[in-house]
């Protein structure tokens, strides 16, 4: 009785051996000292839906919507699991940024780990290789008086994360001077406020939109995930002919 108040997750693919849903916004993956008060995670919803145990090959935020893959047995976690810890996973995402991001551009910035206070995690250590590939799909302007400007450029863009760090993208966009809106640790809080205010809803928005694996035959498996509702509306108040409403 209880299952039934609380929404399913969608199932965006499943076989023997892998499923994958389209995480919503707000969902952590798992239990996590991040959020002690959270009493819903991906992991123990979608073990409840179908009635077996999942294993969780990589993570995202909990802001950050979009493809999530689990396997359904050990074997197929630690053969998936390879391909996740050796980078070998092609992941897509679009991100909503600040300013008129470039047409194409690798990033290649090291990364540090992040302190973070609730994992536990000091911000010291040798910085990383991180490589992210970006490229700007469609620009925005519109009428939002942000600081002392009149006008609000925005730019949706797609980015391909080589290696992965934490938070890569979002540390990575920042560093070229277009923070993902929305983003509360890395971007802009003014611009944030002002975003929110103008959608009527405020998020990070950020999503998975893509994942490619290599199945044990060597085909490439391609799951893809529509944007969630929300971040399509918005799209759709940037520019009316892109939104799929």
């Known amino acids: 009785m209880c299952d039934n108040l609380q929404p399913r997750l969608l199932i965006i693919y499943q076989d023997a051996e892998l499923v994958a849903i389209n995480k919503p916004s707000g969902l952590l993956v798992h239990r996590s000292p991040i959020d002690k008060r ?35 047995s050990r074997e197929a976690a630690s ?8 980078h070998r996973i092609q992941k897509t995402y679009l991100a909503l940024v600040r300013g008129y991001g470039p047409k194409h551009r690798s990033i290649d910035h090291a990364l540090k780990n992040e302190a973070d206070d609730y994992a536990g995690v000091k911000g010291d250590g040798e910085a990383k290789a991180a490589l992210t590939h970006v490229q700007c799909i469609q620009e925005f302007e519109i009428p939002l008086t ?16 080589v290696s992965g760090r934490k ?10 001077g277009h923070p993902i809106v929305g983003d509360s640790r890395h971007g802009k809080g003014l611009l944030n406020r002002a975003c929110e205010g103008y959608f009527g809803v405020g ?3 950020l999503a998975c939109t893509q994942m490619i694996l290599t199945q044990k035959d060597g085909s490439l498996l391609v799951i893809d995930a529509p944007l969630a509702d929300d971040f399509d509306r918005v799209l759709g108040q940037l520019d009316p002919e892109s939104s799929s409403g």
């Open 38 to 72: 959270e009493t819903r995670f991906a992991v123990q919803e979608l073990r409840n839906q179908l009635g077996q145990h999942v294993y969780p090959l990589h993570r995202l935020d909990k802001p950050t919507s979009g493809v999530l893959v689990f396997a359904l």
């Open 79 to 86: 053969f998936y699991g390879q391909q996740f810890q050796q």
């Open 146 to 161: 942000v600081d002392r400007y009149e006008t609000t450029r925005l730019s949706l863009m797609q980015c391909q994360p």
């Open 167 to 176: 938070h890569q993208l979002r540390r990575h966009l920042k560093h070229v």
């Open 203 to 205: 998020r990070l928005w």
